[in-house]
């Protein structure tokens, strides 16, 4: 592929993302279903000139404009044509989407590959057999094969998270309870010393549960935040989606931040009220 008659390079050392490489592309009279045109004008119906409509980020990457002239080999015919008009489209739509779009009468003399799709009920795949057999050439795609698939990779991916989650939860509980136990001979003081003075065993656990509580609802909070920030970045950057933001997260993960703090905080912590105080007070 040249841009301008310059030869694009055959790797992307040079420039990111701008080497040689294959593009799929198709013909139209009119801009097709879901396209915006961002720049240029379409051709008009029956055009026999050599103009193609490109995409804005494949255009980006390949240091296309307007008015430029690009080169191609079809086969080993080789074609040039002038960028008329640039669009914009939907990639996450399950429309077929192509870079390139040529009018339909200058792309006459060149092969083609043609597509479509229809739905067939799993009761009559059987079909399918007959259907191939009458025409070999004809390559058949059953989406809900490649979907269920889809879906049995994304199961399995989820699993492995959810593994990698229950253990990070798992050390993390160790440590907490690690934690409450090197500190649990000051708290057990504290204690001692609070009954003395005539405070309830419910009023120094309630004490406990809202310090742990606490603890939670800001670990819970920052666990969101975290959260969302990496679902943020791997849909918008890793994986070119539209960012999909997750409300029911916000207060379902303080929420469980603080029962589990909360309640493992406090079982830890069991054995500050179920001392005798007085005995706690001998040893001062």
């Given at each position: 592929m040249s841009v301008n008659d310059v030869e694009l390079?055959?790797?992307?050392?040079?420039?990111?993302g701008r080497r040689q490489r294959e593009v799929n592309f198709t013909w139209s009279d009119i801009v097709p279903s879901q396209?915006?045109?961002?720049?240029?004008?379409?051709?008009?119906?029956?055009?026999?000139e050599a103009l193609v409509s490109v995409e804005i980020e494949f255009a980006q990457r390949m240091g296309m404009q307007l008015g430029d002239k690009i080169g191609f080999l079809v086969g080993s015919a080789p074609v040039e044509a002038t960028v008329s008009s640039i669009r914009e489209l939907d990639w996450q739509s399950f429309r077929p989407n192509f870079f390139?779009?040529?009018?339909?009468?200058?792309?006459?003399?060149?092969?083609?590959?043609?597509?479509?799709?229809?739905?067939l009920g799993a009761e009559n795949k059987v079909f399918l057999n007959q259907f191939i057999r009458t025409f070999p050439t004809v390559t058949v795609i059953e989406m809900d094969v490649v979907v269920e698939q889809l879906r049995s990779i994304v199961t399995q991916v989820s699993s492995a998270i959810e593994l990698v989650l229950g253990v990070i939860i798992a050390a993390g509980s160790l440590v907490l309870v690690a934690g409450v136990q090197s500190s649990v001979d000051s708290r057990m003081q504290e204690s001692s010393i609070l009954r003395a003075?005539?405070?309830?065993?419910?009023?120094?656990?309630?004490?406990?549960?809202?310090?742990?509580?606490?603890m939670g609802l800001f670990a819970g909070l920052l666990a969101t935040v975290a959260a969302e920030f990496s679902v943020f970045v791997l849909q918008e950057y890793v994986m070119e989606m539209q960012y999909a933001p997750s409300p029911w997260v916000w207060p379902l993960g303080p929420l469980a931040g603080m029962v589990l703090i909360g309640t493992l905080g406090v079982f830890s912590c069991r054995s500050v009220v179920s001392s005798s105080p007085v005995t706690l007070l001998r040893e001062l």
């Open positions: 390079p055959r790797t992307d050392e040079e420039e990111e396209n915006v045109l961002t720049q240029g004008q379409w051709w008009a119906p029956d055009s026999e390139l779009v040529f009018p339909p009468r200058f792309l006459a003399p060149y092969p083609a590959t043609f597509m479509t799709s229809f739905h003075l005539g405070a309830h065993r419910r009023l120094i656990l309630g004490g406990l549960l809202i310090e742990f509580a606490a």
